[in-house]
């Protein structure tokens, strides 16, 4: 168990929808990560949010949007869903936002199912 | 841009032998960060091990060790005394050292551990 919690675990939905995903990082860690895990294939960096504040942006479409409270959890938006969608959308948290060493530790994820 | 290369799609081991999974990189930074994530199938995604490129000494965790070549950019994975569950995705991954969000996953090595 990394600490990080996402939820829900699995999202059965229609094109066209909007969902949200939920991340709470590990207790003390500032930074909240994206990732979005399409079928059998690596992990694409969508956003990166430090204490509140978007830190960097990389493949999110302009349909998804982020954003982290003062509580430090973050939620995910994905709106006007398309079948492309589907995929494991994982959370990761770390200590620092930027130039220090610390480990991504990754929640479990959270299955996207656009039907 | 710096980008991950696992070559093999998937690696097969007999339990209790030793498999060795590539991964090479490109980056034009001299300090940055490797890491060998593992995905068994219920998806959470694990830290094995991490390698520092300032580093000369290859990291160890146990059964895991790397062989880390900068001049040839170039970090491998051996998993000695292969185990059942062992058998997961295995994810080469690389961040810069100035950049704690700019975290790029190779495309994945599906290991199998034959009894």
């Known amino acids: 168990d990394s600490g990080v919690t996402q939820t829900p675990k699995h999202l059965i939905t229609a094109t066209g929808q909007r969902v949200t995903l939920r991340c709470s990082p590990r207790?003390?860690?500032?930074?909240v990560y994206w990732y979005q895990q399409s079928l059998d294939q690596g992990l694409q960096f969508l956003i990166h949010?430090?204490?509140?504040?978007?830190?960097a942006k990389g493949n999110i479409l302009e349909r998804f949007s982020a954003q982290q409270f003062p509580d430090l959890h973050s939620e995910l938006n994905l709106s006007s869903l398309e079948l492309g969608d589907s995929a494991l959308y994982f959370c990761?948290?770390?200590?620092?936002?930027?130039?220090?060493?610390?480990?991504?530790?990754f929640g479990p994820g959270t299955r996207l199912t656009v039907t | 841009a710096q980008t991950v290369t696992q070559s093999q799609p998937e690696m097969s081991v007999q339990e209790a032998e030793t498999v060795t999974l590539s991964c090479t990189y490109d980056?034009?930074?001299?300090?940055?960060?490797l890491f060998w994530y593992k995905q068994p199938p219920s998806r959470q995604m694990i830290l094995v091990i991490r390698?520092?490129?300032?580093?000369?000494q290859n990291a160890t965790e146990n059964r895991f060790s790397v062989n880390f070549q900068k001049a040839a950019k170039s970090f491998s994975l051996k998993i000695s005394d292969s185990q059942l569950g062992d058998a997961a995705m295995y994810f080469c991954?690389?961040?810069?050292?100035?950049?704690?969000?700019?975290?790029?996953f190779g495309a994945g090595t599906r290991l199998t551990v034959k009894p």
């Open positions: 990761a948290s770390s200590v620092g936002g930027q130039g220090n060493g610390g480990e991504q530790y």
């Open positions: 207790s003390g860690d500032l930074s």
């Open positions: 949010y430090y204490n509140g504040e978007e830190r």
């Open positions: 980056t034009s930074e001299s300090d940055y960060y």
């Open positions: 390698q520092e490129a300032y580093k000369q």
């Open positions: 991954a690389y961040r810069t050292s100035y950049n704690n969000n700019d975290m790029r």
